[in-house]
């Protein structure tokens, strides 16, 4: 009789612990363009192709609001940066468009980290659905 209650409270125990860490779990909010930005992602093809920006990561997971880059680091439009002659790396490494942040300190460095945003001409015609870019020439 002493086993069947201990066994019961192990039970209740671990069984009230799996409903405080499903309680704890928030459930996913649903993306909205208004208050996160757009919900695509933007395809830089300049200074090369091609770098990705993602909003979301910026703005829903990263806390930041629309007016921390819009309208002093970046015009409102998608993709206007890649139209001025100063959007280049250097401009980023001296802390223009991205590197405002991405400086080491506040976010990782521009010249680090390639790959989080340059994901090449392979990765940038697979995100665009280019099914011949996923087949390997043989």
């Known amino acids: 009789m002493k086993k069947v209650f201990v066994f019961v ?3 209740v125990v671990l069984f009230s612990g799996a409903l405080l860490f499903a309680a ?3 459930v996913p909010e649903d993306y909205d363009e208004d208050t996160y930005g757009p919900k695509d992602p933007i395809v830089w093809e300049k200074p090369v192709k091609a770098v990705v920006f993602d909003h ?6 990263g806390g930041l609001e629309c007016d921390s880059c819009h309208d002093e680091l970046f015009q409102m439009e ?3 940066a890649q139209e001025n002659d100063d959007f ?3 401009t980023l490494y001296d802390g223009g ?3 405002a942040c991405h ?3 506040t976010a990782f460095a521009s010249n680090t980290r390639c790959t989080a945003c340059h994901i090449g001409v392979r990765g940038s015609d697979r995100l665009q659905g280019d099914a011949a870019a996923g087949k ?3």
């Open 103 to 105: 400086d080491g300190s």
């Open 88 to 90: 280049t790396m250097a």
């Open 56 to 61: 979301k990561v910026h703005t829903m997971e």
């Open 24 to 26: 704890d779990k928030a």
């Open 9 to 11: 409270v192990v039970g």
């Open 136 to 138: 390997k020439a043989h």
């Open 78 to 80: 998608a993709g206007a």
């Open 97 to 99: 468009y991205c590197g």
